[in-house]
């Protein structure tokens, strides 16, 4: 019913930047939130980043300071503008979201979480 494609990851340099964009498509009525977690090999899954619908955003402690997240409503994407990245940034990164569907056979409006694919961050000289 709904995908988040993403797009951006890669290999830098420490102390370089990096731009992750995802975009959700499908049958989308609204989204509620929209953001970023991370997973780094043997550590569970963190928030990096969330903007919900009125435009607050949630950063971790991690991310405050270096990373920004902007979000185009009219497009259903996100992006996620990292920069002084460090090596402990190294990660697959997820894009996820709350999400409001439209069910033509029952006439209702579900609410669903999903995620994308992944996109792997790797920060190293």
């Known amino acids: 019913q709904v995908q988040l494609v993403e797009s951006g990851g890669g290999l830098v340099q420490p102390g370089g930047s990096l731009r992750l964009s995802c975009a959700a498509s499908?049958?989308?009525?609204?989204?509620?939130?929209m953001g970023w977690y991370r997973q780094a090999p043997g550590k569970e899954r963190e928030l990096v980043a969330a903007?919900?619908?009125?435009?607050?955003?949630n950063y971790a402690a991690s991310a405050k300071g270096r990373f920004t997240l902007s979000r185009d409503n009219a497009k259903n994407t996100v992006t996620l503008q990292m920069s002084s990245l460090k090596p402990e940034d190294t990660a697959v990164y997820y894009c996820?979201?709350?999400?409001?569907?439209?069910?033509?056979?029952?006439?209702?409006?579900?609410?669903?979480?999903?995620w994308g694919q992944g996109t792997q961050v790797t920060v190293s000289s």
């Open positions: 499908g049958n989308i009525f609204s989204i509620k939130a």
């Open positions: 903007i919900v619908s009125g435009g607050s955003t």
């Open positions: 996820n979201a709350d999400v409001r569907t439209y069910d033509s056979f029952t006439r209702s409006y579900p609410m669903g979480n999903y």
